[in-house]
DNA sequence: CCCGAGGGTGAGGCTGTTCTAACCCGTTGT
DNA sequence: ACAACGGGTTAGAACAGCCTCACCCTCGGG
């Protein structure tokens, strides 16, 4: 039976969402109204086969692409308030498995959640997967380089030390990491190491894990 | 409640779906057993909001795009034996909503039509709609140019006269039309034109679309 | 025989993306 | 002050895709 985590959603969101897990016999909800600062370390204990997060919540983009790095056989859900097919297009593309629009019905959404728990992936109808007259494909995503640097900058290197591994100079990098910050909707390197390392994640309040 | 159509599948998948769809009390067979050639008509008297087709007695992937062009309205549902992301990718960008493989358990294939059902896109697992590894966006579609030409082989038009109508030479039309010949999977306009037009299409031989 | 159609190949121009790199500036920490 | 970082801008080279057109060939029908 597959379970289920639920981040923190606005109060009506989250008590319908919690009536709708509920009332599937078929799905256990095993954490509710988990602020997006403890969701990686609740995956970790929790191990939910569905992670349902908030749009609107996350600070940035980038930390679907985080929990699923940590995370990779937890299948997240990303609800948003009404998805562009570009917003889709990158929460698949940093290991979302379904990106749905909280107009949608209850009863899709308890559907999506079963299919998703299955690996399948489901998309609003706006979001197509490319085609005919959609040309919306790099515009936001991570291109391979970008990728690359990315991972680098997560292990926590020096613009120096990503240009000498990756054999390129170092204007290079930062012109990477600065595209890499533009794409992600953040603003530092901080703002990557915060959220990929799950060890030094304390949930209360306000710690600083890495300062110094 | 959602109506479904079910084209021609093998006996076991198609007493599978019959049965699958009729023991959900939200959804109602109207056609089941559709052969091909029948499906645009019978999709024409029936109205069903879901068509269940079968990839594998597909002729040309084209024949979604017939479909699709025919009834804007009705979701289409194209099952599989192990698609590609290039080809659920395909059949998107012709207008189908979802893409399942044939592996998909019984009530994922029920969830999946309730949610196509109302527009939203549902896709097994391996295909992910773009991102940071995959580049396979265009290599197996449509481009804007050639749907243009195909607009006008669909309807009948000549080289020559699609040549004067794009403004363009007579050769680029070849070329146009060369290309979507091979993309579409199919020898000549001829596979179009007769797949495009419902009219003369006859169905008689099985005039049963509700048993009871 | 000629014309329309289909199939193969190649080529030129255009556009967009990616990768690379350089310049400028300001902020922060030592 | 210096070094590292972040932000902005520009720019060239390489590559891929699309559009356009040209040449070659075969096949059928009037």
Redesign the pocket.
Known sequence: MPTVLSAKFEDLVAIGLRSLISEDPHLELVAADVPMDAVDATIGHCRPDVVLLNFGTLGTPGQVLQLHRSHPDARIVVLANRPSAAECSQMLSFGATACLSKETEGRDIVNAIHLASRGMHVLPRSAAAGGLGS?I???E?L????AEVLELLQAGA???EI?HR???????V?????NI??KLGI????DLTRLARQDPIVVDAERRPLS?
Chains 1, 2 share one sequence.
Request: proline share 3%; net charge positive; charged share 25%.
């Open positions: 040309g494909q790099g515009s995503l291109t391979p380089r970008e020096t613009n120096a240009a990756l054999s390129i100079g170092i204007e290079t930062r012109t990477h990491a600065r910050y533009r603003a530092s390197r901080r110094g």
